[in-house]
Each structure stands twice: as structure tokens, then as C-alpha cells.
């Protein structure tokens, strides 16, 4: 009766065991890309925050990194797909070399991630990662003996200099990594006022074509040359 018991106990430790596996899996899951195995962006996001408190204490800057991937739509269009996968792997090994230990990389979908490079007072240690992480995507990959050649554009905010607010800081570099996207790709930008103007005016221009398209106050009108 007693070896029954112990047997039993000994399933029972098993299965827990088993069971907080399962569930240490599921909350790795829950906050990693299952390709890159970096932290998703909701990871990142709470990384992020901790870093910020961190620079209120301490008095330092952040800067937050949107970096998007140039030429990948023509990997996508032209390779299968687990060419696609290691190519993003490689990418994700080539920019954490770039960076210092401590520094923070997420995947936040497809071609995009972010970076956020932390404690520092002069924000050249921005803009000498974002030129290595350049270079570094420069290189061409090769991937089951093709040559694939890629770059990247990178927008950067800096807290607290250009704002306070997470969702703002996002959206300041993703303003400034469409800038890049407009000057040439492959390059750098930090986010300037200037940029949401831009922004805000083209937004303002786009929307009043829609509505003009829309209650077809369009005409055509022809000039014999």
C-alpha cells in the first residue's frame, strides 16, 4: 500500500512539474516572436517603461529606434518563405552585435523592429548605433547559397527631449523613419517638429482629395498643345 502511494506521488510531482513547464512555454510565448525569440512589442514596451523610470532617477536620455527594413518586399515577392524566416534571424543576429549588452531589441511584426539605447547624455551614441546597425545590414546575406542585398531606414526619438509619452515617442520615430523612406532609405533620421507638420499637412491635403473624389468635384479639362 505504502510503494502504491509513493508511485502515485511521484505522478503527481510529475504531472506539476510537467504542468509549470507547459505554462512557463506559454508566458515565454506570450511576450516573445516565435522566430526571432526577441520580445514582442508588448515586452518591449514594459522593458521600455522600466528604462524610462531609470532616466527620471538618473537624469539620462533614451533614444527609441524604428528600424524597417529596406528591399524586403522583393525578398518576399521572389523567395519562399524559409528563406524569408532566415533572413530575419540573420537580421536580428547582425543588429544585436551592433548593440551594448544592456540596450533593448524587439521584433515588432514582419520587417520592423525596435531598439531603445539607454543611459547616455549625448545623443552621438544614437547616431553612431544607428550608422553600425547600417552597415551591418549592408552586408550582403547569404542565405542557401543566395546573395540577398538589403538596407535599412531608422527614425529616432529621444526622451525626454522630444516628448514624455511612450505612444508619442513611437510615433515620433516612425514619423522620422518615413522620412528617411522619402529622402532615399538607407539612412538615418532623428525626429524633428517639422516632421509632424509634414505629417499633419499631408493628412490634411489627402483627406480633402477624398472628399472632393467623392462628391465628384473633379472635372477634366483639356488644353490643346
Do not use: C
Amino acid at each position: 500500500m505504502r510503494l502504491e502511494s509513493l508511485d502515485l506521488l511521484r505522478k503527481q510531482e510529475k504531472s506539476i512539474e510537467e504542468l509549470e513547464q507547459v505554462t512557463q512555454e506559454m508566458k515565454h510565448l506570450a511576450i516573445h516572436d516565435p522566430l526571432t525569440k526577441l520580445p514582442n512589442r508588448v515586452w518591449f514596451l514594459e522593458q521600455l517603461n522600466s528604462l524610462i523610470s531609470f532616466s527620471n532617477r538618473h537624469d539620462t536620455k533614451i533614444a527609441f529606434m524604428f528600424i524597417d527594413l529596406d528591399k524586403f518586399k522583393y525578398v518576399n515577392d521572389n523567395y519562399w518563405h524559409h528563406i524569408w524566416d532566415e533572413l530575419l534571424v540573420s537580421v536580428t543576429e547582425r543588429i544585436k552585435h551592433t548593440l551594448r549588452g544592456e540596450d533593448v531589441i524587439g521584433r515588432q511584426w514582419w520587417d520592423e523592429f525596435f531598439v531603445a539605447i539607454w543611459d547616455f547624455k549625448d545623443i552621438e551614441i544614437a547616431s553612431k548605433v544607428a550608422r553600425k546597425i547600417i552597415e551591418a545590414l549592408k552586408t550582403p546575406f547569404i542565405i542557401e547559397n543566395h546573395e540577398i542585398h538589403i538596407g535599412s531606414s531608422i527614425g529616432i526619438s529621444i526622451y525626454p527631449d522630444d516628448t514624455k509619452d511612450v505612444s508619442i515617442l513611437q510615433q515620433y520615430a516612425d514619423l522620422a523613419m518615413y522620412s528617411v523612406k522619402g529622402s532615399g532609405r538607407n539612412w538615418y533620421h532623428f525626429y524633428t517638429d517639422s516632421m509632424q507638420k509634414d505629417a499633419e499637412e499631408y493628412n490634411k491635403i489627402s483627406n480633402a482629395l477624398r472628399h472632393a473624389i467623392e462628391k465628384q468635384e473633379f472635372s477634366m479639362v483639356y488644353q490643346p498643345i
